[in-house]
Nanobody
Framework: QVQLVESGGGLVQAGGSLRLSCAAS????????MGWFRQAPGKDREFVAV????????SYANSVKGRFTISRNNAKNTVLLQMNSLKAEETAVYYC???????????????WGQGTQVTVSS
């Protein structure tokens, strides 16, 4: 069992930046790929970014490429999502996910955090 705790959400103006963090409780953190997803009110959860267990491979949704950066620190069991140039339509609950199969794709699954709210005001 892996517990994931997200933090760093909040209110930001359009064009601003936020950095989300996800802390994982596992001794084998580097064996999991880690992803970020988001769910806006009334919409399905959607993929944002994923990073391999080693941190070498990353993948992003087209809508965030060039603005968001995913990274991880395996020594600290954390994964970060740096979000720049935020848009109002990116208001959502952002979730962290850990995939025990170390997949690097938009459909990873496994363990999920409780989410952190990001609100972008226009």
């Amino acid at each position: 069992q892996v517990q994931l705790v997200e933090s760093g959400g909040g209110l930001v103006q359009a064009g601003g930046s936020l950095r989300l963090s996800c802390a994982a409780s596992t001794r084998t953190f580097s064996s999991y790929s880690m992803g970020w997803f988001r769910q806006a009110p009334g919409k399905d959860r959607e993929f944002v970014a994923v990073i391999s267990g080693s941190g070498i491979i990353t993948s992003y949704a087209n809508s965030v490429k060039g603005r968001f950066t995913i990274s991880r620190n395996n020594a600290k069991n954390t994964v970060l999502l740096q979000m720049n140039s935020l848009k109002a339509e990116e208001t959502a609950v952002y979730y962290c996910a850990a995939d025990p199969l170390n997949r690097v794709s938009g459909d990873i699954t496994g363990y999920w955090g409780q989410g952190t709210q990001v609100t972008v005001s226009s």
